[in-house]
């Protein structure tokens, strides 16, 4: 049983920063995966950014990539997605997710292989 907290949405302005949260709870976070997955309304959730268990490899989707960054603090059981010069297409709820395994090439973009999920924080980027 793992819990996930995300935190950090907010509304912020087109060119702007925002920095989110994402708090595991449990013994064992260094054994996961890490992404985080974002949804519009309307839309398919999907893929943003993702972490390997030591941190050592990083993923993202092209969208954000030279934007965004995903960190995470093993000692602090935490993940963060540091999200810089922001765009109204970035506007969605943002989650993060825990998968207790590796992934091969490809597979972190796969929300069905992520196994615990937080309760989405909203993203807000006006014009």
């Known amino acids: 049983q793992v819990q996930l907290v995300d935190s950090g949405g907010g509304l912020v302005q087109a060119g702007g920063s925002l920095r989110l949260s994402c708090a595991a709870s449990?013994?064992?976070?260094?054994?996961?995966?890490m992404g985080w997955f974002r949804q519009a309304p309307g839309k398919e959730r999907e893929s943003v950014a993702a972490i390997s268990l030591s941190g050592g490899s990083t993923y993202y989707a092209d969208s954000v990539k030279g934007r965004f960054t995903i960190a995470r603090d093993n000692a602090k059981n935490t993940v963060y997605l540091q999200m810089n010069s922001l765009k109204p297409e970035d506007t969605a709820v943002y989650y993060c997710?825990?998968?207790?395994?590796?992934?091969?090439?490809?597979?972190?973009?796969?929300?069905?292989?992520?196994?615990?999920w937080g309760q989405g924080t909203q993203v807000t980027v006006s014009s």
């Open positions: 449990g013994r064992t976070f260094s054994s996961y995966t």
């Open positions: 997710a825990a998968a207790p395994r590796v992934f091969i090439s490809g597979i972190w973009t796969m929300s069905s292989e992520y196994d615990y």
